[in-house]
């Protein structure tokens, strides 16, 4: 599990999740938490039941949207009901002892904390809720909550790097349409017409542009490291028929006991 030192903040508990740690096997070999997977569900729940003992909550406190690619935001208070809709790609909440988690395999995590409001936040950024507002709308559902943005700090975990994010010239025309000054995320690839593009740096950029008070990258590419990242490119890459989700995850601590 990998922290941010700007995360580690009174009453707030988080973690990046490396892929080491679990019980799947094969090609989801370590801490699969994906639902969505073909994985062995009973390795999976076994997997978020050991992430969830890391924050000392038993797995049912574990909260997990139907991530669409949305810009969708779901206030929560509690776990989901059985057959409760999901649907979202971004989770807030001023309840303690809740643990609001993100999975991703390229895409990136933000967590999000107001530590002096008591409210945090969860987001899926892959580049359509990037460009779409799943940021711009968790600091807003942060913010009807009691939050400030101004004294939120959002960091961005492991996410696939400019290095190994090559895209097409009608990605790229997506973002010129947006705004032409989007084009400075790109670069020439080793192929002609096409980009590389630089999620991560999109993500924060949105994030200071949205007005966060604190907005920072771990700068740690899914797509190399593979010992340690799930990454739905590298087994698309090696035409692997599914791959692992990592967990990032973030909770409100209850206070101590007087």
């Given at each position: 599990m990998i922290v941010a030192s700007e995360l580690n903040l009174e009453g707030i508990s988080?973690?990046?999740f490396s892929r080491k740690g679990g019980v799947s096997k094969g090609i989801y070999?370590?801490?699969?938490?994906?639902?969505?997977s073909s994985d062995h569900p009973a390795h999976v729940q076994e997997n978020r039941a050991r992430a969830a003992e890391r924050f000392a909550l038993p797995v049912d406190r574990l909260v997990t949207a139907h991530q669409i690619?949305?810009?969708?935001?779901?206030?929560?208070?509690?776990?989901?009901?059985e057959g409760e809709d999901r649907r979202a790609d971004g989770l807030v909440t001023d309840r303690p002892d809740l643990i609001l988690g993100i999975a991703t395999a390229d895409c990136g995590p933000v967590l999000f904390a107001?530590?002096?409001?008591?409210v945090i936040g969860a987001a899926h950024a892959g580049w359509k809720g990037a460009i779409g507002g799943i940021l711009e709308n968790t600091l807003a559902a942060m913010e009807a909550l009691g939050a400030n943005r101004a004294n939120v700090v959002a960091v961005l975990g492991p996410t696939i790097s400019a290095t190994a994010y090559e895209v097409g010239p009608e990605f790229r025309a997506r973002f010129a349409e947006e705004d032409e000054a989007y084009l400075r995320f790109f670069s020439p690839s080793a192929r002609e017409t096409h980009f590389m593009f630089d999620l991560p740096n999109f993500i924060v950029h949105r994030l200071e542009a949205a007005g966060a008070g604190?907005?920072?990258?771990?700068?740690?590419?899914?797509?190399?490291?593979e010992e340690e990242f799930y990454s739905?490119?590298?087994?698309?890459?090696?035409?692997?028929?599914?791959?692992?989700?990592?967990?990032?995850?973030i909770a409100l601590t209850s206070p101590s006991p007087a």
């Open positions: 988080h973690g990046f070999e370590g801490l699969n938490i994906g639902l969505g690619h949305s810009a969708d935001v779901l206030t929560v208070s509690r776990p989901f009901a107001d530590p002096g409001a008591g604190t907005a920072l990258s771990l700068d740690r590419c899914t797509y190399a490291g739905y490119r590298r087994s698309t890459h090696r035409s692997e028929p599914d791959y692992g989700r990592l967990l990032s995850a």
